[in-house]
């Protein structure tokens, strides 16, 4: 029931930065790990960032690791994905992802629930 909705993703190019938005549609959205994944055209959807409920905790994969920033702001029911020296595998489609308990995690299929993805497209 908790809707998640994406935004910020466009068409870049490599080196460029591009800043990603998830808000939830619920009261109680600082109760929710918050995760980002991508998923590219052919390819399994894969993790990218995590945060703790707090905020104090984050978690990314390697492949994206001092390029991209994960952070989150309760009071407005937001996360974000900020996202430095682009590169053109990092083209996908973005999605956020909560999950009720409080263990962080990259597994996707210990999130709960899912926005419907942004389009992210990074050119050479």
């Known amino acids: 029931q908790v809707q998640l909705v994406e935004s910020g993703g466009g068409l870049v190019q490599a080196g460029g930065s591009l800043r990603l938005s998830c808000v939830a549609s619920?009261?109680?959205?600082?109760?929710?790990?918050m995760g980002w994944f991508r998923q590219a055209p052919g390819k399994e959807r894969e993790f990218v960032a995590a945060i703790t409920r707090s905020g104090n905790t984050k978690h990314y994969a390697d492949s994206v690791k001092g390029r991209f920033t994960v952070s989150r702001d309760n009071a407005k029911n937001t996360v974000n994905l900020q996202m430095d020296g682009l590169k053109p595998e990092d083209t996908a489609v973005y999605y956020c992802a909560a999950r009720r308990l409080l263990r962080i995690t990259s597994s996707r299929d210990e999130y709960d629930y899912w926005g419907q993805g942004t389009q992210v497209t990074v050119s050479s």
């Open positions: 619920e009261r109680t959205f600082s109760i929710y790990v």
